[in-house]
Antibody, heavy 120, light 110 residues
Framework: QVQVVESGGGLVKPGGSLRLSCAAS????????MNWIRQAPGKGPEWISY????????NYADSVKGRFTISRDNAKNSLFLQMNSLRAEDTAVYYC?????????????WGQGTLVTVSS | QSALTQPPSASGSPGQSVTISCSGTSSDVGGYKYVSWYQQHPGKAPKLMIY???KRPAGVPDRFSGSKSGYTASLTVSGLRAEDEAEYYCSSYAGSNNWVFGGGTKLAVL
């Protein structure tokens, strides 16, 4: 079955960096675009980044543009999010997400999330 | 992209029906068929309940239904059950590989 598992979260000081990973299984990873979505405490989810299946195209929400970088390794079925210049408002649970089915624009499969806390 | 607008709370008694609205713009809800609804229980990841406005993934009870009119989408939960008490979020594709979410509606089963 489709499974995505995030890791790499933790406590980091403002201005610091963190790299999140997402391990995918149960599907042909290289066929699907992937996304990162985050959810701050008590708030709704916020889409933050997209990468197409071949890493040819990426997109970012304005809130993270220039600070976060999405990437993937299709040989290792893995998705990454490099987060630099972290701010308190980046504190959230970060989810990796796959389309519900091929070429769908529904964010159908989510992992369990990894918590990032930015605090001094 | 601005977030979609949802009422902060909704409630109903067991067996009743409740409808949750989600308002957007021509750039998201009004412009695409890719409106989704998610259910989230405390401490858990969001779970897809409705996709493409009105379709249900396998395993989602037919008590859950979705619709859209203009720039507003709606989720209706019929025959309310205690386990339906959760936070519900709408989402829409917004073009150019962007997505927007609503702020959430806390559904209470009284």
């Amino acid at each position: 079955q489709v499974q995505v598992v995030e890791s790499g979260g933790g406590l980091v000081k403002p201005g610091g960096s963190l790299r999140l990973s997402c391990a995918a299984s149960g599907f042909i990873f290289s066929d699907y675009y992937m996304n990162w979505i985050r959810q701050a405490p008590g708030k709704g989810p916020e889409w933050i980044s997209y990468i197409d299946s071949s890493s040819s195209y990426t997109n970012y929400a304005d809130s993270v543009k220039g600070r976060f970088t999405i990437s993937r390794d299709n040989a290792k079925n893995s998705l990454f999010l490099q987060m630099n210049s972290l701010r308190a408002e980046d504190t959230a649970v970060y989810y990796c997400s796959r389309a519900f089915f091929y070429d769908s624009r529904t964010l159908g499969y989510w992992g369990q999330g990894t918590l990032v806390t930015v605090s001094s | 992209q601005s977030a979609l607008t949802q009422p902060p709370s909704a409630s109903g008694s067991p067996g009743q029906s409740v409808t949750i609205s989600c308002s957007g713009t021509s750039s998201d809800v009004g412009g695409y068929k890719y409106v989704s609804w998610y259910q989230q229980h405390p401490g858990k990841a969001p779970k897809l309940m409705i996709y493409e406005v009105s379709k249900r993934p396998a395993g989602v009870p037919d008590r859950f239904s979705g619709s859209k009119s203009g720039y507003t989408a709606s989720l209706t939960v019929s025959g309310l059950r205690a386990e339906d008490e959760a936070e519900y979020y709408c989402s829409s594709y917004a073009g150019s590989n962007n997505w927007v979410f609503g702020g959430g509606t806390k559904l209470a089963v009284l």
